[in-house]
């Protein structure tokens, strides 16, 4: 079983959606998590971290549950720029570990 | 003011031949990370220093040794190509110290070996 798994998409979702990506991972002793977003030929850059409590970002909102070991990220009113791929990665002793990505499609 | 940089950004090689990336960073952050994306877009750590001392150091084959000469810099030997080395390296920076780990990436290098 893969350290962090994501559905791979691609999701082609119409402007103005909102859309939901999930991931898991299998070390409960995982210690942070983020979603990181990678444009195509270009480097992972930091969307946000994630908190138990959950976390919003403007039209990004983040969760995690740890009893789960699952982590989500939701984007509404989506945007043609948010078309991308977003990584879900996990933070042990200082390694991150990324998932393979979910690829998104903004359609106009 | 980039705050991690890699040079050069795209290397073409041939096998067999020894080559290095280098990286920089002015985040003033105390650790640094290789990572290597393959064709299949996934993204594997590699190696990882913090204050100029080796911490993670995954499979890799020895043909890659890493060198960082102070905690700004990580630069990637590679020796001996192969074919299997072509892929794009990132480099990375972090400050441990913050508990949440949160790496910034520099640009990429593209090593395509023919």
């Known amino acids: 079983r893969k350290e962090v798994e994501q559905d791979p998409g691609p999701f082609n979702v119409p402007e103005g959606a909102t859309v939901a990506f999930n991931c898991t991972y299998s070390?409960?002793?995982?210690?942070?998590f983020f979603w990181y977003r990678q444009d195509c030929r270009k480097e992972p850059k930091l969307l946000m971290s994630?908190?138990?409590s959950g976390n919003e970002d403007g039209r990004f909102t983040a969760q995690l549950n740890r009893a789960s070991q699952y982590i989500s990220l939701l984007i509404r009113d989506s945007k043609l720029s948010d078309s991308a791929t977003y990584l879900c990665?996990?933070?042990?002793?200082?390694?991150?570990?990324f998932g393979t990505g979910t690829r998104l499609t903004i359609i106009p | 003011d980039t705050a991690v940089s890699q040079t050069p950004k795209y290397l073409v090689t041939q096998m067999g031949n020894d080559k290095s990336i280098k990286c920089e960073q002015n985040?003033?952050?105390?650790?640094m990370y290789w990572y290597k994306q393959d064709s299949k877009k996934f993204l594997k750590i590699m190696f990882s220093?913090?204050?100029?001392?080796?911490?993670i150091n995954e499979t890799v084959p020895n043909r890659f040794s890493p060198k960082s000469p102070d905690k700004a810099h990580l630069n990637l030997h590679i020796n001996s190509l192969e074919l299997g080395d072509s892929a794009v390296y990132f480099c990375?920076?972090?400050?441990?110290?913050?508990?949440?780990?949160?790496?910034?990436f520099g640009p990429g290098t593209r090593l395509t070996v023919l």
């Open positions: 990375a920076s972090s400050q441990t110290t913050t508990g949440y780990n949160e790496q910034f």
């Open positions: 070390n409960s002793a995982s210690q942070s």
């Open positions: 994630v908190y138990s």
């Open positions: 990665v996990v933070n042990r002793n200082e390694k991150l570990t």
């Open positions: 985040l003033g952050h105390d650790t």
């Open positions: 220093y913090n204050n100029k001392e080796l911490i």
